[in-house]
């Protein structure tokens, strides 16, 4: 099963777009892109998922590369409330990596 | 979006007791459920993957003596930690899909067990 990582930390300024990425070399053909949040003390809050294609929600845009081996997900204006820890992972494995905690300054 | 619920949100309970946590999928049938525990500052760790009506699935180092689980109904699983003791002191999260395999997993909003 594929295993992903992420920088453990990332700044980004409130209202500018926050843009994480996530490598996963060894992603199978059949497995998704699921990305989480955890603000502290409470369980992951689920942002977006994918296979292949670009996908966008409310909260967030998720980009995969053609040759699936990494992906960003992007935040378009960030806002203080999204300063939290984003996990990337894979399929329903869900072996969780350490994510990336996103500090949003104003 | 669909709902998953854990109760108690925190607890505290001597050592060598016994606390059980459940986990409710409110609007949605979910054939399975997950549960994690996680240490401060540390990623979730999947301690077993719940199935409606089988046994769970531990994964490797955890005690399925110590940590019972049961999935007696499609909107419910419990989590029993036995005999606890303050090592085992935690925030234990669940988690719950449907049946579609593309599906999102939804989580509960997590448990904080502290044991004395």
């Known amino acids: 099963d594929a295993k992903t990582t992420q920088p453990p930390s990332m700044d980004c300024a409130e209202g500018r777009a926050a843009n994480l990425p996530c490598n996963h070399s060894?992603?199978?053909?059949?497995?998704?892109v699921y990305w989480y949040r955890q603000i502290h003390s409470q369980g992951p809050q689920y942002i977006i998922h994918g296979l292949k294609n670009n996908e966008t929600n409310e909260m967030a845009s998720l980009i995969i590369t053609e040759d699936r081996k990494s992906s960003t997900l992007i935040l378009p204006h960030a806002t203080l409330r999204d300063t939290a820890v984003y996990y990337c992972i894979v399929s329903y494995q869900l072996i969780w990596g350490a994510g990336t905690k996103l500090i949003i300054k104003p | 979006g669909a709902v998953v619920s854990q109760h108690p949100s925190w607890v505290i309970c001597k050592s060598g007791t016994s606390v059980k946590i459940e986990c409710r999928s409110l609007d949605f049938q979910a054939t399975t459920m997950f549960w994690y525990r996680q240490f401060p500052k540390q990623s979730l760790m999947l301690m077993a993957t719940?199935?409606?009506?089988?046994?769970?699935?531990?994964e490797q180092g955890v005690e399925k003596d110590k940590f019972l689980i049961n999935h007696a109904s499609l909107t419910l699983s419990t989590l029993t930690v036995t005999s606890a003791h303050p090592e085992d002191s935690s925030f234990y999260i669940c988690?719950?899909?449907?049946?579609?395999?593309?599906?999102?997993?939804?989580f509960g909003e997590g448990s904080r067990l502290t044991v004395l």
């Open positions: 719940s199935n409606e009506g089988s046994k769970a699935t531990y």
């Open positions: 988690s719950a899909k449907s049946g579609m395999v593309t599906g999102e997993l939804f």
């Open positions: 060894t992603i199978s053909g059949n497995e998704y």
